[in-house]
């Protein structure tokens, strides 16, 4: 049998087997309802899904195990109604909601991850990515209107979206650390590598979007169809991505190695062209 010395002490090591709690649990659910009346058209979407499970660490054990939660909602509003015998409206509305959950508690809320290198690079601990918690909401509304005469069939529109998406991760925020043999461990000794995460791990992933568009079908010939349209769209920057230029401290000048806050990209078009023959 194998064995190593822990000081002074012949300590016989062997192969060992961890069992810990593993199962997923999850639950669907979906709710349609439609109502047609007059010429209008109402559509209304419920979706949700709910999942359970441990998340244990490179060593299965379940005092260490981080008991996660993954949940999505979605509500969907579309309603659609004639304006005149040339003109069509379609409304759009939806609210979505993301959450997820990496909790950890009693002793391995504070209890770091440990790597021991004498003992086949054994890990004990929690998983080094959590604990971690973040949430995505997304507020949507838009408006399309489809307007058909002689031989053009003209749509145009835009959408609008809010989100608000915290999220709270510091990385090695309990320790991560790596000792060389288990008498370095067991005497407390100044690990070979280690990294310690410190600071505030919230980020706040709030923004704003839109979009805005114009297309029109235009029928050449009975058989020729062409499309011509223009999209914009305007992807809001983070809120918390200004603390990039907190970093400026460690700006390499002309290097790519700079730390600014991010500038907003706002030249988001897209010509479209299209054929089509039957």
Known sequence: ACAIVVNGQLI???????????????????????????????????????????????????QFDSSSAIDNWRLILNHTWPVSSRVINDF????????????????????????????????????????????????LFGDAVTWAAGHHAVKFGGHYSWYVAPADFLQFER??????????????????????????????GNSGNFAIFFQDDIKVTPNLTINLGLRYDFFGNPADTKLNALNAVANLPNTPLVFNVPKQDRNNFGPRLGLAWD
């Open 12 to 62: 016989p090591i062997g192969t060992v087997n961890s069992i810990a709690p593993d199962f997923s649990r999850a639950h669907d659910f979906l709710v349609n309802t439609d109502l047609h009346r007059a010429g209008r058209a109402l559509h209304v979407r419920y979706l949700q899904n709910r999942a359970r499970r441990p998340w244990p660490g490179s060593f299965p054990q379940a």
């Open 92 to 139: 759009q509305a939806s609210y979505s909601r993301f959450r997820e959950f990496f909790p950890l508690s009693g002793v391995a809320e504070t209890y770091p991850t440990l790597i021991v290198a004498d003992l086949g690079f054994f890990t004990v601990g929690p998983n080094t990515s959590i604990p971690q918690r973040r949430a995505f909401n997304e507020y």
């Open 175 to 204: 320790g991560y650390y790596g000792y060389g043999s288990l008498s370095q461990l067991v005497s407390d000794r100044v690990p070979v590598f280690g990294f310690q995460g410190v600071g505030n791990g919230f980020f706040s």
